[in-house]
């Protein structure tokens, strides 16, 4: 499964961004996935995840209420809206997936490349 992630920019605060996830090959329409986030001199952290089966979906403490993750029809991209943006939503952005949903917290088999959201106070 490759992975395309697309859809950072720069953003003023309190504004709103949708990062997209494309994939190509394998089974991704059958995959959980989900979304990263690594800030400048920090670890990289989990934002967000979606069931391959069900579509139940799953947020961050610092994230949630602001944020949604959604598959297409045709479950081949996944979307990434947060709204509400703050300056510590600044990072690089990564998509991930999984034939285990349980693995995507920690150790997801597949990533993208990152793409950076800034957002400007």
């Known amino acids: 499964v490759q992975l395309q992630a697309s859809g950072g920019g720069l953003v003023q605060a309190g504004g709103s961004l949708r990062l997209s996830c494309a994939a190509s090959g394998g089974s991704f329409s059958t995959y959980a996935a989900g979304w990263f986030r690594q800030a400048p001199g920090k670890e990289r952290e989990f934002v967000a995840r979606i069931s391959g089966s069900d579509g139940d979906t799953t947020y961050a403490l610092s994230v949630r209420g602001r944020t949604t993750i959604s598959r297409d029809s045709s479950k081949t991209t996944v979307y990434l809206i947060m709204n509400r943006l703050k300056p510590e939503d600044t990072a690089v952005y990564y998509c991930?997936?999984?034939?285990?949903?349980?693995?995507?917290?920690?150790?997801?088999?597949?990533w993208g490349q990152g793409t950076q959201v800034t957002v400007s106070s």
């Open positions: 991930a997936a999984d034939e285990n949903l349980s693995n995507i917290y920690d150790r997801p088999r597949y």
